[in-house]
């Protein structure tokens, strides 16, 4: 909240909650799927984590008319040629260098850097102090923990996982775990 407060300060900003509960939540409103619903021109931006919740919730906003924004924190560092799609957060400190290529509603914490020639999914999650290196592939709904460093070269699957920092040597499987140092398989594909 206080980065979209800071990129839109005279919106009218409000957290939603699913089961329709209203309250108050660090001095910001909050108000319920359906009061949102019905706002004239409500746009939203999804703050869930889970790349699989993030995409539902992406869904049942699309379904009630409701748009999308992004935001980025002013210390956001871009070298050339970067693109993204919609809903993308960008939180304080985080680099991203040359041709690199960004789907929509992607989650890139505090601290965390993507190199050159990266092509990340739609609904990717970096936690905290992600070390993307270049050429790396990440696919749809992957989940990369806070701490981990990806070689440069690697493709990570489609909803795979990334424990918290995994050195990723080896390309991971769509929907697979990894975690450790040097990464190793965990779960299998789901």
């Known amino acids: 909240m206080p980065l979209v407060r800071s990129a839109f300060p005279a919106a009218d900003h409000v957290f939603v909650d699913d089961h329709d509960t209203e309250g108050w939540i660090n001095g910001t409103?909050?108000?319920?799927?359906?009061?949102?619903?019905?706002?004239?021109?409500a746009a939203a931006l999804i703050a869930v984590a889970a790349p699989a919740t993030r995409r539902?919730?992406?869904?049942?906003?699309?379904?009630?008319?409701?748009?999308?924004?992004?935001?980025?924190a002013i210390d956001l560092f871009i070298m050339d040629d970067v693109t993204w799609g919609e809903g993308c957060v960008f939180?304080?400190?985080?680099?991203?260098?040359?041709?690199?290529?960004?789907?929509?509603?992607?989650?890139?914490?505090?601290?965390?850097?993507?190199?050159?020639?990266?092509?990340?999914?739609?609904f990717v999650t970096?936690?905290?102090g992600v070390r993307c290196n270049g050429n790396v592939t990440i696919g749809d709904a992957a989940y990369i923990g806070s701490g981990a460093m990806i070689r440069q070269g690697i493709t990570i699957g489609a909803g795979a996982v990334v424990g918290m920092g995994a050195v990723v040597?080896?390309?991971?499987?769509?929907?697979?775990?990894?975690?450790?140092?040097p990464a190793r398989l965990l779960a299998p594909s789901r």
């Open 29 to 41: 409103a909050v108000i319920g799927f359906n009061r949102l619903a019905e706002t004239e021109r």
């Open 56 to 72: 539902m919730l992406v869904e049942r906003c699309r379904s009630a008319g409701i748009s999308f924004f992004g935001v980025t």
């Open 91 to 122: 939180s304080p400190r985080v680099t991203l260098t040359s041709n690199i290529r960004i789907g929509a509603h992607f989650h890139c914490n505090l601290h965390s850097y993507v190199e050159h020639d990266c092509h990340i999914g739609d």
């Open 126 to 128: 970096f936690g905290p």
């Open 169 to 181: 040597v080896r390309d991971v499987p769509p929907g697979a775990t990894v975690a450790g140092n």
